[in-house]
């Protein structure tokens, strides 16, 4: 059965340094999610990816976080100068052009640990 | 007043039971309602997404969307210890593009 899949599943950094996480949607979907989800705390949705364009972005989306398909499998998201509320688990999602916006698949996640 | 409401539990209940999971929310404007269940460690997994008001039935869980009193319920009968995981539920109102999720509640199925 296709899956979303995610690497790393654990990055460790420091503070200030840039991390990439990296994402392979379902081959045949066109819809890509970015989510995070702090420990504790509810998944919140950071930005939504169509058509090499981002479709929406939350507030925490902000300049430091940029997200890219640089070929026709990867889907990264990227934080120019971590910070320790960084630290969460980053999980990527994907749907395909017949399926509704409610059925996105989600990959296992990468916890990313912010020092 | 938070958007979505979700006791965070933990449920703990013995095998065999049925299980009742809820959330209450405040926008009217959502519209499309979803159950997710996560594993410790895991991406969450769609188990169920309903439209609008009503019943919804997929093999042991039901998911029941009251428009009028802000609430939803996804009911699970003859609970496994399988089915131990958080249950999250998320909506959206129609023509946005982001889920608004709840924090989650985390079941416990006892052998």
């Known amino acids: 059965e296709p899956e979303v899949t995610q690497t790393p599943s654990h990055q460790v950094t420091q503070m200030g340094q840039e991390v990439i996480l990296r994402c392979v949607p379902i081959?045949?979907?066109?819809?890509f999610y970015w989510y995070r989800q702090i420990l504790g705390q509810k998944v919140e949705f950071l930005v939504s990816?169509?058509?090499?364009?981002?479709?929406?972005k939350s507030e925490i989306f902000d300049d430091q976080f940029s997200v890219e398909r640089p070929d026709g499998s990867n889907f990264t998201l990227k934080i120019r100068s971590t910070k320790l509320e960084d630290s969460a688990m980053y999980f990527c999602?994907?749907?395909?052009?017949?399926?509704?916006?409610?059925?996105?698949?989600f990959g296992p996640g990468t916890r990313l640990t912010v020092l | 007043q938070k958007e979505v409401e979700q006791d965070p539990g933990p449920l703990s209940v013995p095998e065999g039971a049925i299980v009742s999971l809820n959330c209450t929310y405040s926008?009217?404007?959502?519209?499309?309602f979803m159950w997710y269940r996560q594993y410790s460690r895991k991406g969450p997994e769609l188990l169920m997404y309903?439209?609008s008001s009503g019943n919804k039935e997929d093999g042991r869980f039901t998911a029941q969307v009251d428009k009028s009193s802000k609430y939803i319920s996804l009911f699970i009968r003859d609970s496994q210890p399988s089915d131990s995981a958080t249950y999250l539920c998320?909506?959206?109102?129609?023509?946005?593009?982001?889920?608004?999720w709840g924090a989650g509640t985390k079941l416990i199925i006892k052998p």
């Open positions: 990816f169509y058509n090499n364009e981002i479709s929406e």
């Open positions: 309903t439209y």
């Open positions: 926008n009217s404007a959502f519209q499309y």
């Open positions: 999602a994907s749907r395909g052009a017949s399926g509704t916006y409610n059925e996105q698949f």
């Open positions: 998320a909506m959206k109102p129609a023509g946005n593009y982001q889920l608004i």
């Open positions: 081959s045949n979907h066109l819809y």
